[in-house]
C-alpha cells in the first residue's frame, strides 16, 4: 500500500468542506492527525450546517511562544460564520469529534477580536 493510499489528500490540499479564510493560512505542515479530524469535521459541517469549515490560522500567523501552530499541532477554525443557533451545535460536533482523535479544544470566539475554536493535539 503506497502513502497515496493512506493519506489520499495530497500535500498542501484540504478535504472536502474545509477551506482557508485566504491564502494566508498555511496548512501544508498539519498534523496527519489534524488533517483527520478536518476531513470528518468538514464533511459534518456541510452535512448539519450547509457551510464548509474555515480555517483561520494553522501554520502561519503570529501565536504564543512555544505554541503549537509553529509545529502543525494546532488550528483556529471559525466559528462565528454560523448562526448563533448553529454555533452550540457546531462546538458539539468539535467536542465529539476531538475526543475520537485526542485533541484539545479552546472555543476563543468570547475573546475580543476572536471568533474562532482552537484545536490541538493535546498533551
Not at 479564510?21 to 464533511?43: A, E, I, Q, R
Not at 494546532?74 to 462565528?80: K, L
Not at 448553529?86 to 470566539?109: G, I, T
Request: charged residues 20%; glycine residues 4%.
Amino acid at each position: 500500500m503506497s502513502d497515496a493510499t493512506l493519506n489520499p489528500i495530497a500535500a498542501g490540499n484540504l478535504p472536502v468542506g474545509v477551506e482557508r479564510k485566504d491564502s494566508t493560512v498555511l496548512t501544508l505542515k498539519l498534523n496527519p492527525v489534524l488533517m483527520s479530524f478536518l476531513t470528518k469535521l468538514g464533511l459534518v459541517s456541510l452535512h448539519l450546517f450547509d457551510t464548509p469549515v474555515i480555517i483561520t490560522s494553522a501554520v502561519d500567523a503570529t501565536h504564543a511562544p512555544n505554541s503549537k501552530h509553529y509545529r502543525g499541532d494546532a488550528v483556529d477554525v471559525r466559528i462565528t460564520d454560523k448562526p448563533e443557533k448553529d454555533q452550540a451545535a457546531f462546538l458539539l460536533v468539535v467536542s465529539v469529534l476531538s475526543r475520537q482523535f485526542k485533541l484539545a479544544v479552546f472555543d476563543e470566539s468570547n475573546l475580543p477580536g476572536a471568533s474562532h475554536v482552537h484545536i490541538e493535539i493535546a498533551g
